[in-house]
């Protein structure tokens, strides 16, 4: 019978290295192979650590639950409270028409707008629609360093971008996400990363998560890559865009982790372990999006549904899908899911990023395999 190695080094042609997880309960198996680099210098480890992108997402909407739970916010409540800037925002009459001929909302963004992703900004599956355009023109694409300056500055820059869809009406992928973590600066009065550290990170031993990793760290920092058609090219090096700390810390991808780091915050939403309550856990692990939402989302979700900064599974297609199923696959290369009806923990760390949203080879190889 396969071991969790054997899965990963049947790729091993296909990638650096990697690092794979799957905790049952308290058993916990972990396979690391490869190198942290293309020229196989550096061997990777079960500590390397990894630019994590997209799973940033799921962390910042536990954050901002954390703040529900306080009372300091409610999920009903219009973010403009906060964000004064998406005080009155203007919508394109239709999806692809100019930028310029504009509608006011119907209502005002809330809370639970940015939760699920439906807030009206965001990466459509068209992304040359002229919303869209001028929104990466802007702000730059979610995948690539922010161009405007510190979260004051990008939030006035996004202010002047018309939203593509009316607030509640359409799941947007990236742009909901970074708006969290504005938000969660301005309801505490403080830096993100600051907030993360103090509320998440320190109370669950995250020791390697941040938006930065610190000179002493380097080592164990993985380059990330992207594919050409001559093959790896470096896309970003352990001295480079992540050692030290960014102008905008995003929300919808800024975080490096560790496979154990990212066991421990799924663990806590399972067990509810100085987190979350358990009806914050329930809607932040529910699908919140209807049919036709889930159908317009297809080329990101792929059927999924999407609970609160993350996607749920509904429909037990393949054998590693169980309806609840909570996690995401990033664009950086990452996968990392939990699935409370059988308190599986699985994740998947690689550094080259995806060709497109469709699970990789290797993705689904490793889900089959905890799945057994």
Known sequence: MDSLSDVLARHAGDLPGAVALVARGGQVEVAAVGSADAGGIVPIARDSLFRIGALTMPIVAAAVLLLVDDGELALTDPVARWLPALA??????????PVDDVVPAVRPITVEDLLTSRCGYGLAADPEL??????????????????????????????????LRQPGEAWLYATSADLLG?????????????????????????????????????????????RSA????????PEGRWSSPPTFPSGS???????????????????????????????LTTDHLTAPQRAAARPFLRGLGWGFGGAVDVVAVQPWQVPGRYGWTAGAGPAAHLTPATGTVTVLLTQVEAADPAPTELMREFWTYAAK
């Open 130 to 163: 002229p919303a869209v355009d001028l929104l990466f023109q802007v702000l730059g694409h979610p995948a690539g360093p922010v161009r405007a300056g510190g979260p004051d500055e990008w939030l006035a820059a996004l202010a002047q971008v018309p939203l």
């Open 253 to 283: 991808g800024g975080l490096v982790s560790t496979a154990d780091d990212l066991l421990a915050f799924a663990r806590a939403l399972l067990s509810g372990h100085r987190l979350l309550t358990p009806e914050s856990v329930r809607l």
């Open 88 to 97: 009155d925002p203007v919508v394109v009459r239709t999806p692809a028409g």
């Open 182 to 226: 504005v938000l969660i600066a301005r309801v505490t009065g403080r830096p993100l990363p600051e907030f993360l550290a103090e509320r998440l990170f320190g109370p669950l031993g995250m020791a390697d998560t941040g938006f930065s990793v610190p000179t002493a760290a380097l080592g164990r920092f993985t380059s990330a890559y992207r």
């Open 230 to 237: 001559a093959g790896l090219v470096l896309a970003d090096a």
